[in-house]
């Protein structure tokens, strides 16, 4: 079955450590992104990708780094810059045609910082 | 500024007891309106996406609708089973699919 895969579903980190959340597609879309999750509030953009090797920053992108090396793949790393990681990561992607695709959502990481 | 309002924020129903969530939204360039779900602890579910003002599309017990300024998401005699947490997201020009989020409104739905 085609679909987006995340990993890991939980992690701990503790304060000073860069942590990297792994993001894979098997739906042959072209676009992918990252968001992040906190109670009571949207859902808000950290990174997005149109194409393999280039990437563009979404409207929280500090404190976050991301990669493009394949179609598939699009790993974000949490860096220590980052001041209040503790959230709910969600990937997505979608096909880029019309520019209004859906986007597919993968189960989430959920991030504490100890 | 774009702004996507969600009510009520939390809604608790009846089994069998009809009623509608609200979307209103204050966006620059609207180029379709996305409805998702989310349960707890999971990505979201895609479950419409809606084009033009007075476009209505329907999905078992859902149904959603689209005016220039709210989108409403009907919900028809529900079931425990659509207790979830339903979002809203306009799609707006911006060189990119860029979807704006609304937070949310938690639907629970007793028997």
């Known amino acids: 079955d085609g679909g987006i895969t995340q990993s890991p579903k939980y992690l701990f980190r503790k304060e000073g450590q860069n942590v990297t959340l792994s993001c894979e597609q098997n739906l042959n879309h072209d676009a992918m992104y990252w968001y992040r999750q906190d109670p009571g509030q949207g859902l808000r953009l950290i990174y997005y990708s149109q194409i393999v090797n280039d990437f563009q920053k979404g409207d929280i992108a500090e404190g976050y780094s991301v990669s493009r090396e394949k179609k598939e793949s699009f790993p974000l790393t949490v860096t220590s810059a980052q001041k209040n990681p503790t959230a709910f990561y969600l990937c997505a992607s979608s096909n880029l045609a019309g520019n209004t695709g859906e986007l597919f959502f993968g189960e989430g990481s959920r991030l504490t910082v100890l | 500024e774009d702004q996507v309002t969600q009510s009520p924020e939390a809604l608790r129903l009846q089994e069998g007891e009809s009623s509608s969530l609200n979307c209103s939204y204050t966006?620059?360039?609207?180029?379709?309106l996305f409805w998702y779900r989310q349960d707890p602890g999971k990505g979201p579910e895609f479950l419409f996406t809606l084009y033009s003002a007075g476009e209505e599309k329907e999905k078992e017990r859902l149904k959603a609708t689209l005016t220039k300024k709210e989108s409403f998401l009907h919900i028809t005699a529900p079931k425990p089973e659509d207790s979830a947490t339903y979002l809203c997201a306009p799609a707006i020009s911006g060189g990119y699919n860029k979807l704006i989020f609304g937070a949310g409104t938690r639907l629970a739905v007793h028997p």
């Open positions: 966006v620059s360039g609207l180029r379709g």
